[in-house]
């Protein structure tokens, strides 16, 4: 975790700006492997990789919808998915942990990597949703 205490008031839109900014490029470069399958070669490379994104789009999605990055940032995980703004959110992101509680560290369950994946990918996709909702609406 970051320590964020010394964020001033000022650099708040930068830090949500750099939020919006790294969603972006995350999403596009996971939705990539997956359409073109390298990282479904290797378990668990993919399910890893999962698991370095998940997280740092949980507190971006609340930097960008709170837009109070100190706060979202100093939240521990699991009080930051009941923040989630939508239920799918929340839901996705729950099953994904859980799924990798039970995968880590043995490594060897193929029913808890194959609910890593389909709840981590699910649970991007609602987040994608909901981006582009907010922005659809922020244009109106």
Known sequence: MFDVSKITEEAKPIVQQVAR????????FFIGLMVHGSALKERNRLVRLLSTQVSPIIYHVLTIEKENAIEAWQ???NEAIKLLPT??????AEQFYESAKRFYPEKKSIEDAL???QNGVSFFRSA???YQHLNKNAGS
């Open 21 to 28: 900014i790294y969603y972006q490029h995350t999403q596009n």
């Open 75 to 77: 939240l521990p995980k």
């Open 128 to 130: 994608k949703h909901w």
């Open 115 to 117: 609910g890593m994946v």
């Open 87 to 92: 239920k799918e959110m929340r839901s996705y």
